[in-house]
């Protein structure tokens, strides 16, 4: 457990100091490729959990150590242990031994002691100090106080139903490949295998437990997909038909590219600004059986990659704070700032400003995001119609106009429809 504790503490370190959860995890696993499966499930556990329930555990932590903790590491090795102690089925005495070794390791004998104390007098005081720390609304919620704030302010009484999801583990939703056989017989498949499931009202599949997908039916020879099932909705709302020229124009990772491709014989263009990203739509494409052209480009950026030529529909997954989709990246929780969202406003408006002229008249654009901010989403698109009298915001969307709030069978989305008159 001791290296397990380690890696995770100096990955919760290195993310509070401001880098995605992602990016830095995929550095250990490149640095220490001895690790095995089960060795990195259990970091990914430590790691995930910690950040979901940071602001609960800071704040008991504050209450153990009153006094800043100068040594990044070490406060990090301490939230994870807290971490483990508190919802982990890990045995208490091997969690606090680990990590008073793995304090060792990372400090003096003092720094040994120090940790030790902490942990044992947080398991002789655990009722006050849970109490203690829930009086607070980080300590309460897990979010960053501006964050509860601005759910409160555009949700009311729901906003701490909305908080509360955000910090369950996220659902495991399969997408069948249509192409290879429908939902229903996938279904039929996994039941088969002695996977359970239930199919929901859009055709996405909600296993009751999630798995490793090599343990899912055909994966690798492309009958199946892992998508979240209000993403699935993106392509259906697209409404792209067979002959249509079909633009995703943020296609990275690739899943939504790939669903439009599975409903429709379409001539596909797939963008994205990052190369190495966009190698994964091709990836994606390829275990399906589908072929798209794939170019790494700045998609506002008309000159470097449009021929002139317009679409008959075109996906905007645009970037945004992905305030909606927490459950999966903890880490936005705490990465995120209040002043961020007016930079992720300016770069949706410059995409669709863009992007409109490259839609062909009647065609139809879908711009999405995994945000439930209103500034990213209805505040974004009633300023993008206002600007452009030709566009026309169609209805039929889900939610609250276009705002599907996550709930326990998917993340949190926006989408609105616009056709070009």
């Known amino acids: ?32 490729r001895q690790l095995t499966a089960s060795e990195r499930g259990a970091i990914q556990d430590i790691c995930y959990g910690t950040l979901r329930h940071l602001g609960q555990l800071r704040a008991v932590l504050d209450q153990l150590a009153p006094k800043p903790i100068a040594i ?71 979010y960053a106080g501006w964050w509860i704030e601005r759910m409160r302010r ?43 499931a239930r199919k929901l009202d859009n055709g996405a599949l909600l296993l009751a437990r999630p798995v490793p997908v090599d343990r899912l039916p055909g994966f690798g020879e492309g009958a199946v997909s892992v998508q979240d099932a209000g993403a699935q909705l993106a392509a259906t709302l697209l409404d792209a038909r067979d002959g249509m020229r079909v633009l995703d ?34 990836s994606n494409l390829e275990r399906l059986g589908l072929r798209a052209r794939l170019q790494a480009a700045d998609a506002a950026e008309l000159d ?29 929780k705490w990465l995120r700032r209040a002043s961020d969202i007016a930079g992720f406003v300016a770069q949706q408006q410059r995409l669709l400003d863009a992007l409109w002229k490259v839609v062909a008249r009647g065609g139809k654009l879908l711009y999405v995001t995994c945000s439930i901010f209103g500034e990213e989403d209805h505040a974004t698109i009633s300023n993008f ?27 949190g989305f926006y989408y609105a429809l616009l056709q070009k008159d």
Not at 86 to 110: K, L, N, T, W
Request: include cysteine; proline fraction near 5%; hydrophobic fraction near 40%.
């Open 1 to 32: 457990m001791l290296q397990i504790q380690r890696f995770a503490a100096q990955t919760v370190a290195n993310v509070l100091s401001g880098t995605s959860l992602n990016a830095t995890l995929d550095s250990v696993w490149r640095r220490h």
């Open 72 to 142: 990044p590491e070490l406060r990090a090795l301490l939230l994870c242990a807290l971490y483990q102690l508190e919802y982990s089925e890990a045995a208490p005495y091997a969690v606090v031994d680990s990590a008073v070794e793995c304090a060792a390791q990372i400090g003096s004998e003092h720094v040994k002691s120090f940790a030790n104390a902490v942990l044992r007098n947080y398991q002789r005081r655990r009722d006050v100090l849970l109490a203690n720390a829930a009086a607070l609304d980080e300590g309460r919620w897990s």
């Open 154 to 196: 555009d949700f009311g009484a729901e906003a701490e139903r909305i908080l509360e999801i955000g910090n369950r583990h996220p659902p495991m939703t399969l997408r069948a490949n249509v192409r290879r056989g429908s939902a229903d017989e996938y279904l039929h498949r996994l039941r088969q295998t002695g996977l359970d």
């Open 249 to 282: 124009a943020c296609a990275a990772p690739g899943g939504k590219t790939a669903h439009v491709m599975e409903l429709a014989d379409v001539d596909m263009t797939a963008l994205d600004a990052d190369a190495v990203r966009l190698q994964r739509v091709g």
């Open 304 to 332: 470097t990659w449009w021929n002139g030529n317009p679409f008959d529909r075109v996906l905007v997954d645009a970037p945004c704070s992905a305030s909606g989709i927490v459950r999966r990246h903890p880490d936005i």
């Open 385 to 411: 119609a206002a600007r452009h009298p030709d566009a026309r915001i169609l209805g039929g969307m889900p939610g609250r106009d276009g705002l599907l709030l996550p709930d326990e069978d998917h993340d």
